[in-house]
């Protein structure tokens, strides 16, 4: 283990947050509150709000329908093969099976020991004529286990507000003693214009997802795939010149397949990063092919993503694959660290200038593994074996 030096901050403190609750007014929100009144409890009873959301890894969020029996038989053996649960009470579900749903999960969480895996929600919409029937009997059932609720088509902060204050009175009505967190689905044109605000809502955001499907068509984009690429959304090499420096248009030339969702989610993650929570994919649709999966999942890591969602079991492995660093940058990282000792100067690294900037680069590395290898014991002995010269 290699030990982080003094002088580098790599605590959960974020200054966005904390200035909200101070009261500064910015564009995006101007119905701000107090220091005192941000971080209290909504309603008497309430358990306290967190100043830090707890670094969990969730590498993967694995929807299953609790209505399906075929999916609710398998759950007991998922546990520990995935980071989160998420049993799902929205558009997956018809109308007709919404109650059946909403029972199966009670019966799950309270039926299921979880241990390192987190259980999730996504409740219906809150235009739906579900949501509050869904609020009002999985909290006081099962509010204590219930890690999260995700929350979809979020428009803008008084959606996160509405929540916010249901959550706190069934939390003091059944006597919770931790706060159920919330996360947001960005699906609409508004939600991605109001990001900022929506991601510094409220102390309970523990994150936000792009939702591609339902963005697409808010937008009007022209595609009906669910998240990736698309062929026609591309950019091609320039005519080559012939002798006479006239192009030839009509030459073979190299084309590259452009993503349609890299504004958004650099968008996203920019703004969770400001307020301090975790931004996550969302679902890539085409099951099969699990290439192109794969490819989505590491442009996601790598922009700043921390998980995303599965929809089906083999999109497990390729997100906790992807979504974990690889020995080789958890070795590299571990050098600079090493070589960088309480973080101040520049050092020379393979032929390679490593600073300060370098160095929490690195740092986000290293504790990413570290905080994966505390849940994932083959990921813990992988790590563990990596020799730092």
Not at 197 to 215: E, F, T, V
Not at 320 to 333: G, L, Q
Request: hydrophobic share 45%; proline share 7%; aromatic share 6%.
């Amino acid at each position: 283990m290699v030990a982080l030096p003094e002088s580098v901050d790599t605590g959960a403190f974020c200054p966005a947050r904390e200035r909200y609750a101070a009261g500064v007014r910015e564009e995006t929100d101007m119905s701000l509150k107090s220091p005192k009144a941000f971080f209290a409890p909504l309603a008497v009873g309430a358990p306290q709000p967190l100043r830090e959301i707890p670094a969990r890894p969730s590498r993967a969020i694995h929807f299953f329908d609790p209505s399906n029996p075929k999916m609710v038989d398998k759950i007991p053996q998922m546990v520990g093969t995935v980071d989160v649960l998420l049993g799902n009470l929205e558009d997956a579900v018809k109308a007709d099976k919404k109650i059946d749903a909403r029972n199966g999960l009670i019966e799950i969480a309270k039926n299921t020991d979880f241990g390192p895996t987190q259980l999730w929600t996504r409740i219906n919409s809150l235009d739906s004529p579900w949501v509050l029937d869904d609020l009002n009997e999985l909290i006081p059932a099962i509010g204590q286990k219930l890690d999260v609720v995700m929350v979809p088509k979020v428009q803008g902060p008084e959606d996160i507000h509405y929540i916010d204050r249901i959550l706190a009175q069934l939390e003091a009505k059944a006597g919770i003693t931790k706060p159920i967190l919330v996360h947001a689905i960005l699906e609409t044109a508004r939600g991605v214009a109001e990001v900022e605000a929506i991601a510094l809502a409220s102390p309970r955001m523990q994150g936000i997802s792009l939702g591609p499907a339902d963005l697409a068509a808010d937008r009007k984009m022209k595609t009906t795939r669910v998240g990736g690429g698309h062929p026609g959304y591309l950019v091609r090499q320039d005519a080559p010149k012939g002798a006479d420096g006239t192009a030839d248009i009509h030459a073979a030339r190299a084309i590259f397949q452009q993503d349609l969702w890299h504004y958004t989610i650099a968008k996203m993650v920019d703004a969770c990063a400001a307020a301090g929570i975790y931004p996550y994919y969302g679902p890539f649709g085409d099951i099969t092919d699990v290439v192109a999966c794969e490819d989505q999942f590491r442009n996601a890591f790598l922009l700043g993503c921390v998980g995303t969602w599965s929809l089906h079991p083999k999109q497990i492995e390729i997100a906790n694959r992807v979504f974990s660093p690889s020995v080789e940058d958890i070795k590299h990282a571990r050098r600079v660290v090493a070589a960088m000792g309480d973080g101040t100067g520049a050092v020379m690294l393979d032929g390679k200038m490593e600073d300060d900037a370098s160095l929490k680069q690195c740092l986000v590395l290293v504790k990413l593994a570290e905080e994966l290898a505390a849940i994932d014991p083959a990921l813990k002995a992988t790590y563990d074996a990596i020799e730092v010269d």
